[in-house]
């Protein structure tokens, strides 16, 4: 039996170029997925906001997983589901800054989002004031600039971590957030599309660029590793037979995307 497919993607310097945020070189893979009814999850340090903003700009309806896994929207008709579903992971977005703010007294520097506005997000994230401030609209996780030097931010690591917090690194920002991750997220949507579709085999796989990718990419049946500015510290176990593009960006995702597609007998 032909298994069902489910691919979970980060965006930024994944799906979308790092510097233009552009998918059109994906456009072709991204294409082919739709007309197989293969569902494309966006699992990303993106807000609810910015996804659904960014499904709508390419034609898409579909569940998906904001800030790093802090929670799983799934639209009315999907999955079976009539109404939204908006399920909610780890700490909340006020326990965070209160953690950070203490970080801050005791001399760690850094600016948070907290600490920008909107126009200085855009100006750090090239993307438009309108889209900085859906940038700034979060649930559970904290995105900031570190401003001190190597060993502070070791430091500033263990400090979270005793304070039940982690600091991941993605594409372009340092995350603040709960101990939660990606996989969490994709883990929980895959038990949901298994009992909507019932027997049928399912194979999930999953595309990032960098280490806040990591966990996704090792709880996935085949992690696909897209070359990127941070992509060399994405290691995984050799038992994972990780994929790794050889083009950056949607280029890479586009290949690797179409070529699995193939492999799993889809036209």
């Known amino acids: 039996m032909q298994p069902r497919l489910i691919v979970f993607t980060d965006l930024d310097g994944t799906l979308l170029d790092h510097d233009s945020y552009s998918w059109r070189a994906a456009k072709p893979a991204m294409a082919r997925l739709g007309a197989n009814g293969i569902p494309l999850i966006f699992n990303s340090s993106k807000t609810a906001a910015e996804i659904i903003e960014l499904q709508s700009r390419m034609g898409l309806r579909g569940p998906f997983i904001a800030e790093n896994g802090a929670a799983v929207v799934i639209p009315s008709g999907c999955v079976g589901n009539v109404e939204e579903e908006v399920v909610h992971v780890g ?34 994230t090239r993307l438009t004031v ?120 949607p280029e890479g995702w586009n290949e690797c995307v179409l070529n699995l597609l193939f492999e799993y007998g889809y036209q």
């Open 130 to 249: 309108t889209g900085a401030a859906r940038a700034k609209q979060r649930l559970a996780t904290v995105p900031l600039v570190w401003d001190g030097t190597e060993e502070e931010l070791a430091q500033f690591r263990e400090a979270l971590a005793l304070a039940g917090l982690k600091l991941v690194q993605g594409g372009r920002f340092w995350h603040a957030m709960g101990t939660f991750d990606k996989a969490e997220g994709a883990r929980f949507l895959l038990k949901r599309y298994q009992e909507h579709y019932g027997e049928a085999p399912l194979v999930s796989i999953a595309l990032g660029d960098s280490p806040n990718d990591q966990c996704m990419l090792e709880a996935a049946d085949v992690p696909v590793v897209i070359r990127g500015v941070n992509s060399d510290q994405v290691q995984l176990p050799s038992s994972r037979h990780a994929m790794r593009s050889l083009k950056p960006g």
């Open 91 to 124: 700490r909340s977005y006020e326990e965070v800054v209160r953690t950070l703010l203490v970080q801050r007294e005791s001399g760690a520097r850094f600016r948070s989002f907290d600490d920008l506005s909107a126009e200085q997000v855009a100006a750090l």
